[in-house]
């Protein structure tokens, strides 16, 4: 018996071959580029990739469905639109670091972070005076809001229940929701009322990021402690361990790395807020370290007054803000980094 190698075309079995996509997308742009330079009298590369996707859905869906039948060229057409979608969302996103990159790193150096803007017309200069004023102010901001938040969504899980419980949760949608500048002019009032009329500095623009923080730390530690399994609870409870102290020894342990991580990127939202640190925090060109009297400056302050009030020489002064916005990225980068990290180190194990 002698036996027979049969060769399968992959158009004979019902399926395209793997380069089909490639060389559809390949044939399209060629084709759009040709069309876009007859029409235009010129290569314009957006309209032509407008033109190539407009030509590559229905022949790359005609040429499947021929070929693998309707139900897989549906597929590819829906694979085709995510993928472009994707690639869509993702344009505006590289314009900006490739935008922040070949603006920022010119300034990047030594010298921008160690002087301040005392003094300086022009050329040189720094923002360490707003690097300081970022750290002071996010970090008492935290420091007030991550308590609030987590007493607020402990009593919501634990505790909370009828009128009290869901006005509470109706007031912390609405303050999810509500203009950062009004946060700025909430802080104000409130200084003002306190200390009197004209009172502007750091814990000022504390206050107003932590209006912004709050929302944020509730719902993401509420979510986090609905989600630790009721087994855990009632077994504390069954060994006659008492709520509060379930809480704090059970509860709030299993949860912990999502609650850490949640703050971080509660503090990655505010860190870059500007409407009410302009408000609240005000402006000076000089390092302060007491968020308790005179204004205090923050990056994003920072990079706002560097592009709004440029002096003579405007280049120096773009420099500087594209810059301080290079440093703002940096840091809610490291902090995302954190967050994630925290998040993987230190979740619960499950299993054996």
Same mark, same amino acid.
């Given at each position: 018996?002698?036996?027979?190698t ?6 004979t079995?019902g399926?395209?071959?793997r ?5 559809t997308?390949?044939?399209?742009l ?5 069309i ?5 009298g ?8 407008? #033109?190539a996707?407009?030509?590559?859905l229905?022949?790359s869906y005609?040429?499947s469905?021929?070929?693998e039948g309707r139900r897989r060229?549906?597929d590819?057409?829906?694979t085709?639109?995510v ?6 969302a993702?344009?505006?996103l590289?314009?900006l670091?490739?935008?922040? #990159?070949s ?12 002087w301040s ?6 050329a040189?200069?720094?923002a360490?005076h707003?690097l300081y004023g970022t750290?002071?102010?996010?970090g008492?901001a ?5 308590p ?6 402990i009593?919501l899980v634990e505790?909370?229940r009828?009128?009290l419980?869901s006005g509470i949760t109706?007031?912390?949608?609405v303050?999810?929701?509500i203009p950062s500048i009004?946060?700025g002019l ?12 004209g ?8 206050m107003?990021?932590?209006v912004?923080m709050?929302?944020i730390v509730?719902r993401a530690?509420?979510e986090?402690?609905?989600i630790?399994p009721?087994? #855990? ?13 379930t809480?704090?020894?059970v509860?709030?342990?299993?949860a912990l790395?999502g609650i850490?991580?949640?703050?971080? #990127?509660?503090?990655?939202r505010i860190i ?5 640190l302009?408000i609240?925090?005000?402006?000076t060109?000089?390092?302060?370290t007491n968020?308790f009297?005179n ?6 302050v920072?990079?706002?007054?560097q592009?709004?009030h440029?002096g003579?020489?405007r ?5 500087r803000?594209?810059a301080g916005?290079?440093?703002?990225i940096v840091?809610v980068?490291?902090?995302?980094l954190?967050g994630?990290?925290?998040a993987?180190r ?7």
């Amino acid at each position: 018996m002698t036996s027979t190698t049969v060769t399968t075309n992959p158009l004979t079995a019902g399926q395209l071959p793997r380069f089909a996509t490639a060389a559809t997308l390949a044939g399209s742009l060629l084709a759009a580029g040709t069309i876009d330079s007859l029409a235009l009298g010129g290569f314009d590369f957006g309209s032509t990739v407008v #033109l190539a996707a407009v030509i590559f859905l229905p022949v790359s869906y005609l040429l499947s469905r021929s070929v693998e039948g309707r139900r897989r060229a549906a597929d590819r057409m829906a694979t085709s639109l995510v993928t472009g979608a994707f690639l869509l969302a993702l344009l505006p996103l590289v314009s900006l670091l490739w935008e922040t #990159l070949s603006s920022g790193l010119p300034r990047f150096d030594a010298q921008f972070f160690t002087w301040s803007m005392r003094n300086v017309i022009g050329a040189g200069g720094g923002a360490v005076h707003a690097l300081y004023g970022t750290l002071i102010i996010t970090g008492i901001a935290t420091v007030i809001s991550v308590p609030i938040g987590l007493m607020t969504a402990i009593y919501l899980v634990e505790y909370g229940r009828g009128a009290l419980a869901s006005g509470i949760t109706f007031f912390v949608d609405v303050m999810t929701g509500i203009p950062s500048i009004v946060a700025g002019l909430f802080a104000y009032a409130l200084m003002a009322i306190v200390f009197g009329p004209g009172t502007i500095n750091g814990f000022a623009g504390s206050m107003a990021l932590s209006v912004l923080m709050i929302p944020i730390v509730v719902r993401a530690t509420e979510e986090l402690l609905r989600i630790v399994p009721n087994e #855990l609870r009632e077994a504390a409870y069954a060994l006659g361990v008492p709520k509060w102290r379930t809480i704090i020894a059970v509860v709030l342990p299993t949860a912990l790395s999502g609650i850490v991580s949640g703050v971080i #990127l509660a503090i990655a939202r505010i860190i870059g807020e500007t409407a009410p640190l302009m408000i609240a925090a005000g402006f000076t060109n000089s390092i302060n370290t007491n968020p308790f009297a005179n204004p205090m400056m923050t990056l994003p302050v920072f990079v706002y007054d560097q592009y709004a009030h440029p002096g003579v020489q405007r280049a120096f002064y773009n420099e500087r803000a594209w810059a301080g916005a290079l440093t703002l990225i940096v840091l809610v980068m490291v902090l995302n980094l954190i967050g994630r990290f925290i998040a993987k180190r230190f979740a619960p194990r499950t299993g054996r």
